[in-house]
């Protein structure tokens, strides 16, 4: 007969590590937020027929400066890429919508011709790979349609979706 094995409750409970040891992972890119979108999601479509959803979410956080309180926004630009950018549940959120986003940071430079000089300015954004609604509007406005004057005025190509 086998001896009876103890449980993990029991005392006296041992059981010995795991033949293998698992490692962290050495690197790790992830964000996750609970914020508040900031306008209706802007939807394009790269020259290439990539479609391209973007976000702003604002998050908020309350500190304290001379013994008063006060609340510090950040916004956060998030884009997604490919049949996720295209799905009506997307693109149907509202501004005032809190969500769930989870994705990684991604760092660019983005360029831009003025007359006849190169302007150049570093871009950070996060590339979502999970979106989700929590909540309804804090504001009612109409949802559904997307802005027609839209400030999505930033040209991306096929090179910046990421694969």
Request: glycine letters at 8%; proline letters at 6%.
């Amino acid at each position: 007969m086998l001896p009876r094995r103890l449980s993990a409750c029991e005392p006296g409970a041992y059981y010995p590590p795991l033949t293998k040891k698992r490692n962290p992972p050495k690197m790790l890119n992830k964000v996750t937020l609970i914020g508040y979108t900031g306008k209706a999601v802007e939807q394009k479509y790269t020259p290439g027929g990539t479609a391209v959803a973007r976000v702003s979410v604002a998050t908020s956080k309350r500190v304290k400066k001379n013994d008063e309180w006060q609340s510090v926004t950040q916004w956060h630009e998030c884009v997604l890429f490919g049949k996720p950018a295209e799905s009506e549940y997307i693109i149907t959120i509202a501004k005032g919508t809190q969500v769930f986003v989870e994705g990684e940071l991604q760092h660019r430079k983005f360029q831009k011709t003025v007359g006849k000089e190169k302007v150049e300015w570093p871009v950070t954004e996060i590339v979502v790979s999970s979106f989700k609604k929590l909540g309804k509007a804090e504001k009612t406005e109409a949802s559904g349609a997307l802005a027609n004057g839209s400030e999505f005025s930033e040209e991306i190509t096929d090179e910046d979706v990421p694969c």
